[in-house]
């Protein structure tokens, strides 16, 4: 999917960083290289890479990390060097995912990236990320407050989201969503429609994408982490620690071996 919309999705998700600030946080107190499982155009490498940090990216999108090489390109050597970009699944981290030999002090599955797994992805994934993850290792996972998304309006019409423009052309994009929730499957399923109007005029493009996500409440998230050996877990309800409850913003986990400071 992504490879259809790299462009539409680093617009949609350009004012996107209340993250940035708490995940550079971890991997200061980590001391040690990133794994960022999801790391789509490099919007948390480049700023990891520029703090000094790091970090090994995977993504199974080749348009994503096309992205993220050209955003790299225009940093310094020095944070270039820092980066390693592959294409890889991060279901298959203890299979053939080429990614380094070595171990993690933190790894990263970002802003709803665990989300588009399924039940057996979602434990294979975790499994992955236990023999990647260094001794007292951290693994982060960004998610939405599955109550909030329980609760969207099934808006089966598109609704205008956003109005974008191309930087490169001077294109308008316009961002229609339709939302469909199975509460009794625990998905989300999401149609994206981008119509593209050349800014020279003709003819209208139309993209159309669809993705499903898979919420999950607190303690079905504990049992998955559990079943994976996770079992020192923390749960927060945004990027100040706050504790989750019901109007939280976010799900967030950090969960490793041992209790977390």
Known sequence: MYDHIALYYDLTHADLTADVPFILTLAQ?????????????GRLLLPLAQAGHAVTGLDTSAAMLAR???RLALAPDAVQQRVTLVTGDMTRLTTSDPVEDGRYP?????????????????????????????????????????????NMPE????????????PDNGDIILHQAANRVDTAAQ?????????????????????????TYHYRY?????????EADFHHL??????????????SERLLILAKGTSIP
């Open 218 to 226: 607190p303690h079905q998230m504990e049992l998955l982490l559990s």
């Open 155 to 166: 808006d089966h019409l598109l609704t205008l989201e956003n109005t974008l423009t191309d």
């Open 68 to 70: 993220a090489r050209q």
């Open 106 to 150: 933190l790894i990263l599955i970002p802003y709803n990236t665990f989300m588009h797994l399924d039940s057996g992805q979602a434990l294979a994934a975790l499994k992955g990320v236990q023999t990647r993850l260094a001794a007292n290792g951290i693994c982060f996972i960004d998610l939405a407050n599955p109550l909030t998304v329980a």
């Open 29 to 41: 107190q980590t001391k040690g290289p990133v794994l960022e499982l999801g790391c789509g155009s």
């Open 187 to 211: 998905t989300l399923h999401v149609t994206w429609v981008y119509d593209r109007s050349p800014a020279m005029g003709g003819p209208v493009h139309r993209t159309v994408a669809q993705a």
């Open 234 to 247: 923390a749960f927060f309800g945004d990027y100040d620690k706050s504790p989750f409850h019901e109007a």
